[in-house]
């Protein structure tokens, strides 16, 4: 026994359960919807990861407490450190859950934290500071000569969160370094309005037009706000043929 807090989650099983309209169900409902049971983990010596399983809470709250005990009386021994590019192999292995996209994504994501924070450095060592430095790094880091969405930033944001989570649940770190980063904001492109008078004119051009798509469609709108010559561009573009 070489961990120094023994935690419980839940296991989930089979893929993630579609809802009413088609979609993948949201996390939320999956303890509803997805079969699941409670997972205990730790770690031995040799860095060697074990788990039991059970069907209620309450049995795994019990074990987790026993395995608790042992350390709190120093009959637990002291884990050896874990790099981050052992971790890493060790994540992948884990979550065999995970869809073969999906797992390949999270892979990509863990190359770019050992490329920043070198697979040498152990993960207990990983400070919330580091995640930050890791996060604005990425945001910086340019690939055929352009910088990441902040969507994509976004969703390396959350991925760490993930990977991080496995890792306090192992009992690995006590805290999560990436828990209190907040997203980046994500900028909407603004409504378009269209004056009375251009509704008028969008009237007139619209029995003689074919629509192709959003970026069609946009374009007559800028048209009818009072440019006659996009207008009659517009009209030439749409004409049906």
């Known amino acids: 026994m070489a961990t120094v807090k023994v935690g419980i989650y ?52 019990r074990f987790a407490e026993t395995k608790q005990a042992e350390v709190r009386v120093g009959e637990g021994d002291r884990p050896r450190a874990v790099v981050l590019g052992e971790f890493a192999r060790m994540y992948l292995d884990l979550r065999g859950d995970l869809a073969t996209s999906t797992k390949t994504e999270y892979d990509r994501t863990l190359r770019f934290l050992c490329e920043f924070l070198e697979r040498r450095m152990i993960v207990s060592k990983i400070t919330s500071l580091d995640a930050r430095r890791f996060v604005a790094w990425y945001r910086e880091r340019k690939r055929r000569g352009r910088t990441p969405a902040p969507a994509t930033v976004n969703k390396v944001l959350r991925e760490c969160k993930r990977i991080f989570r496995e890792a306090v649940a192992c009992s690995l770190i006590r805290e999560n370094p990436f828990h209190e980063m907040r997203q980046e904001k994500v900028g909407q492109r603004s409504w378009q309005y269209v004056s009375p008078a251009g509704c008028r004119k969008l009237i007139e051009v619209s029995p003689s037009l074919r629509w192709q798509g959003a970026d069609h469609a946009r374009l007559l709108l800028r048209a009818t706000a009072g440019r006659g010559a996009q207008l009659d561009l517009a009209r030439r573009r749409f004409r049906a043929e």
């Open 10 to 61: 839940r296991k989930y099983q089979g893929a993630v359960p579609i809802g009413k309209f088609g979609t993948l169900l949201p996390k939320n409902e999956w303890p509803r919807e997805r079969p699941f049971s409670w997972a205990v983990p730790w770690f031995g010596s040799d860095e060697k990861r074990f788990r039991k399983s059970f069907k209620s809470k309450k049995e795994a709250e």
